[in-house]
């Protein structure tokens, strides 16, 4: 094969591999996008709010929860999603020692509702305004907070 005929592949070959590299990057930087809209507390498409239980939460204190705090406004409702190999809990107040918990919401650890695999949801709609601060039973440090508007 001539030189010029090598160089001309080269150089197709390496167009191709350009732009191959700036599709994905294109796609990879709307994913980021999309994730980033999410975590900030954006809107799902069922009309509430979403909030994930990240990988490795149980060693991630008030990181656990994405985003923390969730702003939502009355009337919505948040849907927490399990995105951890390990079961967790949803549920509301400051902790363990904390008299009202699980008085204003509680995913449970059992039933229907229980985080305990991952991809599970738990739900709950917000009908009054005020700062709602929420744990997790089985890792306390893991502590959120919803501030209703």
């Keep these: 094969m001539s030189r010029q005929k090598s160089i ?3 150089g197709i070959v390496a167009a191709i591999a350009f732009a191959m590299g700036s599709l994905q990057y294109a796609s ?3 994913q980021q ?3 980033t809209t999410s975590a900030s507390g954006g809107t799902n498409s069922t009309g509430g709010d979403s909030v994930s239980i990240v990988p490795n939460a149980s060693t991630l204190a008030n990181k656990a929860f994405a985003p923390n ?3 939502a406004k009355v009337g ?8 951890d190999t390990t079961f967790h809990t949803v549920t509301s107040g400051t902790g363990p020692s904390d008299t009202t918990h699980g008085k204003q919401f509680d995913s449970g650890l059992s039933g229907p509702t229980a985080l305990t695999t991952q991809g ?3 739900s709950h709609k917000f009908m009054t305004a005020g700062e709602f601060p929420y744990f997790c039973q089985l890792h306390p440090t893991m502590v959120g907070k919803v501030v209703v508007k």
């Design 120 to 122: 599970k949801t738990f």
């Design 76 to 83: 919505d409702t948040v849907t927490w999603t399990n995105k």
């Design 33 to 35: 996008a999309a994730n």
């Design 69 to 71: 705090p969730l702003n």
């Design 28 to 30: 990879v930087s709307a």
């Design 8 to 10: 001309a592949i080269l």
